[in-house]
Nanobody, 129 residues
Framework: QLQLVESGGGLVQPGGSLRLSCAAS????????VGWFRQAPGKEREGVSC????????KYLESVKGRFTISRDNAKNTVYLQLNSLQPEDTAVYFC??????????????????????WGQGTQVTVSS
């Protein structure tokens, strides 16, 4: 059974940091492109970041560039999203998603939600003082 499980969310003050993890089970993640998405209340889900199968290519939503960092450890079957300098507008449920890479450098982000086949259940990130 293919499964993605996110963890690491929580409540943090503005300016704080969190590290989200996306652990895969039932399949080897090293042939999958992985993306992180988020959905705030009343808003559409948006792509935050993605990473290619070997981590050589990454993409970020413009508003998180320089603050968030995506990485992966294929030996641990896990992808991470480091969130720094968090702001209230980053409050959302964060989801990771995976899809078999069509080529090694594949990394889908903009309007790419429908291109990911496997999804986790999400982890809540709340930024508030």
């Amino acid at each position: 059974q293919l499964q993605l499980v996110e963890s690491g969310g929580g409540l943090v003050q503005p300016g704080g940091s969190l590290r989200l993890s996306c652990a895969a089970s039932g399949f080897a993640l090293d042939v999958f492109t992985v993306g992180w998405f988020r959905q705030a209340p009343g808003k559409e889900r948006e792509g935050v970041s993605c990473i290619s199968v070997r981590g050589t290519r990454t993409k970020y939503l413009e508003s998180v560039k320089g603050r968030f960092t995506i990485s992966r450890d294929n030996a641990k079957n896990t992808v991470y999203l480091q969130l720094n300098s968090l702001q209230p507008e980053d409050t959302a449920v964060y989801f990771c998603a995976a899809d078999v890479a069509s080529y090694p450098g594949a990394c889908m982000l903009a309007r790419a939600e429908g291109r990911y086949e496997y999804w986790g259940q999400g982890t809540q990130v709340t930024v508030s003082s």
